[in-house]
């Protein structure tokens, strides 16, 4: 949001359950075009030239793919261009890692790229996909290394203890073999309404 706003001038509305991240994201767009809401994403509302989406459609589960295309559809003007960034699987599933909803994300489930498509049936056409998910083996990697490297400091904090370190570390590294291994993927969608010509053809 402020990348868009400092950048590009853009206007953003943005939604998160999140306490913290509202309050954080209030302090580092001050003064900026920013509101940020307190809100689930299904409340949102209006009309927008953009609707954008990081990391979201990991954690609202395969029931909710379509409602939340859906969301997209309605916030996006006649015209709007739609950007949806999210892990993604090789396979269809319904059920995340026990292991994985138990100690990191509850609930979690990433999409395959079947589940989106058949999400945006008679609503949205996918003008674009890329995937990147070699990429983020290397982000995981370098995460682990900062997070090795402060260990010995995050150590002593009582909130950190051994179990702590020997979970983290699995999963930034059981993620990473997921990337490198390519089952799992990280998708970029551009989306826009049906009926809508296409971003790069559009006639000025």
């Given at each position: 949001?402020?990348?868009?706003?400092?950048?590009?001038?853009?206007?953003?509305?943005?939604h998160?359950v999140?306490?913290?991240?509202?309050?954080?994201?209030?302090?580092?767009?001050?003064?900026?075009?920013?509101?940020?809401?307190?809100?689930?994403?299904?409340e949102?509302?209006?009309?927008?030239?953009?609707?954008?989406?990081?990391?979201?459609?990991?954690?609202?589960?395969?029931?909710?793919?379509?409602?939340y295309?859906?969301?997209?559809?309605?916030?996006?003007?006649?015209?709007?261009?739609?950007?949806?960034?999210?892990?993604?699987?090789?396979?269809?599933?319904?059920?995340?890692?026990?292991?994985?909803?138990?100690?990191?994300?509850?609930?979690?489930?990433?999409?395959?790229?079947?589940?989106?498509?058949?999400?945006?049936?008679?609503?949205?056409?996918?003008?674009?996909?890329?995937?990147?998910?070699?990429?983020y083996?290397?982000?995981?990697m370098?995460?682990?290394?900062?997070?090795?490297?402060?260990?010995?400091?995050?150590?002593?904090?009582?909130?950190?203890?051994?179990?702590?370190?020997?979970?983290?570390?699995?999963?930034?590294?059981?993620?990473?073999?997921?990337?490198?291994?390519?089952?799992?993927?990280?998708?970029?969608?551009?989306?826009?309404?049906?009926?809508?010509?296409?971003?790069?053809?559009?006639?000025?």
């Open positions: 949001a402020r990348f868009a706003a400092e950048r590009y001038g853009a206007h953003v509305t943005g998160t999140s306490k913290e991240q509202v309050a954080l994201g209030r302090e580092l767009c001050a003064g900026l075009p920013v509101e940020l809401k307190l809100q689930d994403y299904r949102a509302s209006g009309s927008y030239d953009a609707v954008v989406s990081i990391g979201l459609m990991e954690h609202i589960g395969y029931k909710n793919y379509r409602g295309m859906e969301v997209v559809d309605r916030c996006l003007k006649p015209d709007g261009i739609a950007f949806v960034h999210t892990i993604g699987g090789n396979r269809s599933r319904k059920l995340v890692d026990p292991w994985f909803h138990k100690y990191i994300f509850p609930n979690a489930l990433v999409p395959s790229l079947a589940q989106i498509s058949a999400a945006t049936e008679e609503l949205l056409s996918i003008e674009d996909v890329h995937n990147f998910g070699p990429y083996d290397q982000t995981l370098a995460w682990h290394e900062r997070f090795e490297a402060a260990w010995p400091e995050l150590s002593k904090s009582s909130r950190y203890d051994e179990r702590f370190y020997r979970m983290w570390r699995y999963y930034l590294l059981s993620c990473a073999a997921g990337f490198r291994g390519r089952f799992t993927q990280l998708y970029q969608l551009v989306l826009t309404r049906i009926g809508t010509p296409q971003p790069d053809c559009r006639v000025s």
